[in-house]
């Protein structure tokens, strides 16, 4: 169940590749598993410190091999790991390089935790819409709704395409 809300929370990364084959979900259901998991106080709210620790956790988990430092082929493998059709991609090396555009901010061909706070947290301000410091499920259900969104668009973008 954490590995499910960790990649939710990683769709923030849906590239128009990956947002074709992603299954329809409920906004609601997603910031329930949210709150659910990363509300370590049970305010019923996520504060900074809890999304940054959730932040944390994810990088450790996705980091294979334990040397601090993510890898194209480390968050490649992480996010589509229940996605055996994937791992064998013919598109895998253009997906690997999409993650990078979309993470590595100083180009130097790895994330560090720093380049993935700076990124959550940059994320947290923009679903803490009241800028209480605070995301409330209904912030969480509006970001997923516009997240749905901006899925459905590329999906249609994608489509059209072909």
């Known amino acids: ?36 998991t990363l509300d370590a106080d049970h305010s019923k709210t996520i504060d900074a410190a809890e ?22 082929d480390e968050m490649f493998n992480f996010r589509y790991a229940d996605r055996p059709d994937m791992l064998k991609s013919s598109i895998k090396n253009k997906l690997i390089v999409n993650i990078l555009k979309r993470w590595d901010s100083d180009k130097d061909g790895q994330i560090s935790l720093d380049e993935k706070l700076k990124f959550r947290r940059a994320e947290f301000r923009f679903i803490d819409r009241d800028e209480s410091e605070s995301i409330t499920r209904e912030e969480l259900i509006a970001h997923w709704q516009r997240k749905k969104i901006e899925m459905e668009s590329s999906r249609h973008d994608s489509k059209s395409k072909d």
């Open 51 to 72: 999304f940054e620790r959730a932040a944390m956790t994810h990088f450790n988990n996705i980091d294979a091999n334990g040397d601090g430092i993510l890898s194209g």
């Open 1 to 36: 169940m954490k590995k499910t809300i960790f990649i939710a929370a990683g769709l923030c990364l849906a590239m128009p590749g990956y947002a074709v084959a992603l299954p329809t979900y409920n906004p609601e259901e997603i910031a329930d598993q949210q709150l659910a």
